[in-house]
């Protein structure tokens, strides 16, 4: 009901699922539910059990969108995250606090995403002063909320060394340990990626719905999601160097929000061509 520009056609499914018998929630008026994620629950009549599928995304799936954008989805039965979403969609239907409920391996807004964002950045920054290589690879649309952009500044000051590609706005730009740039091309890149990396330690990684801005974290749901499955991690890996390939076509943003444009290849092409489906 609250994207914009589509609120009308929107409403008309609202009430086309509500005659249908749906049961249908309303984000209240000071939040807008952003997240993107589905749960299949299967009721169980006998003893095979089939286990329930959570299905989470970094972009709508709308069937526009689909021709130009470019998003990330997961999709498992994974416990930990099909518990978080039950945990989320009882809070959703009955109007709870969704930060009185602890969570196992979701990130959300107005619950755990700004601290556990800001306290994986803290253990980084200690590493870092203890000698660890460190880094941090965060993709997004606009990267403008001041108390991330301080913390990430702090990181780079211990030595963290920080990609950030950044589709839109940005408050931070390339400097020492930090390299700020924005790829445009065939698509339009949506997906949000979080990569927190310390030697000898696995990395952490997410997919996300939310920008780093303020009203991701103020007035909306938004979510991050870990993804644990080796392959799937490795694909976004392969995502990531082609990200931070410095052969690839980009702007890197400068001091005072500059732009410069740095030819090279294009990623879409290159994607396109080399697409192979996860097995």
Same mark, same amino acid.
């Given at each position: 009901?609250?994207?914009?520009?589509?609120?009308?056609?929107?409403?008309?499914?609202?009430?086309?699922?509500?005659?249908?018998?749906?049961? @249908?929630? #309303?984000?209240?008026?000071?939040?807008?539910?952003?997240? &993107?994620? =589905?749960?299949?629950?299967?009721?169980?009549?006998?003893? =095979? $059990?089939?286990?329930?599928? =959570?299905?989470?995304?970094?972009?709508?799936?709308?069937?526009?969108? %689909?021709?130009?954008?470019?998003?990330?989805?997961?999709?498992?039965?994974?416990?930990?995250?099909?518990?978080?979403?039950?945990?989320?969609?009882? %809070?959703?239907?009955?109007?709870? +606090? @969704?930060? +009185?409920?602890?969570?196992?391996?979701?990130? #959300?807004?107005?619950?755990?995403?700004?601290?556990?964002?800001?306290? !994986?950045? +803290?253990?980084l920054i200690n590493k870092s002063h203890s000698g660890e290589k460190t880094s941090i690879f965060l993709k997004v649309n606009e990267l403008n909320f &001041?108390?991330? /952009?301080?913390?990430?500044?702090?990181?780079?000051? =211990?030595?963290?060394? /920080? +990609?950030?590609?950044?589709?839109?706005?940005?408050?931070?730009?390339?400097?020492?340990?930090?390299?700020?740039?924005?790829?445009?091309?065939?698509?339009?890149?949506?997906?949000? /990626?979080?990569?927190?990396?310390? *030697?000898? *330690?696995?990395?952490?990684?997410?997919?996300?719905?939310?920008?780093?801005?303020?009203?991701?974290? &103020?007035?909306?749901?938004?979510?991050?999601?870990?993804?644990?499955?080796?392959?799937?991690?490795?694909? !976004?890996?392969?995502? !990531?160097?082609?990200?931070?390939?410095?052969?690839?076509?980009?702007?890197? #943003?400068?001091?005072?929000?500059?732009? $410069?444009?740095?030819?090279?290849?294009?990623?879409?092409?290159?994607?396109?061509?080399?697409?192979?489906? @996860?097995?």
């Amino acid at each position: 009901i609250k994207s914009s520009y589509e609120e009308i056609y929107n409403y008309e499914l609202y009430t086309e699922f509500k005659s249908l018998g749906a049961d @249908i929630i #309303i984000s209240p008026y000071n939040c807008k539910y952003h997240a &993107k994620w =589905a749960l299949v629950m299967f009721h169980h009549n006998n003893t =095979a $059990r089939q286990q329930d599928i =959570a299905l989470l995304s970094t972009g709508n799936w709308n069937e526009t969108h %689909a021709r130009n954008y470019s998003d990330l989805t997961l999709i498992t039965v994974t416990t930990t995250i099909v518990s978080d979403l039950k945990k989320l969609y009882s %809070a959703l239907k009955y109007g709870n +606090d @969704i930060s +009185d409920r602890k969570l196992s391996s979701l990130l #959300i807004s107005k619950a755990n995403l700004y601290t556990e964002l800001m306290s !994986i950045i +803290d253990n980084l920054i200690n590493k870092s002063h203890s000698g660890e290589k460190t880094s941090i690879f965060l993709k997004v649309n606009e990267l403008n909320f &001041k108390p991330i /952009i301080d913390k990430l500044l702090e990181a780079s000051r =211990a030595g963290v060394k /920080i +990609d950030a590609c950044v589709r839109t706005s940005s408050l931070l730009y390339s400097q020492k340990n930090i390299s700020v740039f924005s790829i445009l091309g065939r698509f339009l890149e949506h997906s949000r /990626i979080f990569c927190f990396y310390c *030697e000898n *330690e696995n990395p952490k990684l997410y997919l996300s719905s939310s920008d780093l801005k303020p009203k991701s974290f &103020k007035r909306r749901q938004e979510m991050a999601f870990p993804i644990y499955d080796d392959t799937c991690r490795d694909y !976004i890996f392969n995502l !990531i160097d082609l990200y931070t390939n410095e052969s690839i076509s980009r702007f890197i #943003i400068d001091k005072n929000s500059s732009l $410069r444009y740095v030819k090279g290849l294009s990623l879409h092409n290159y994607l396109t061509k080399n697409h192979k489906e @996860i097995e």
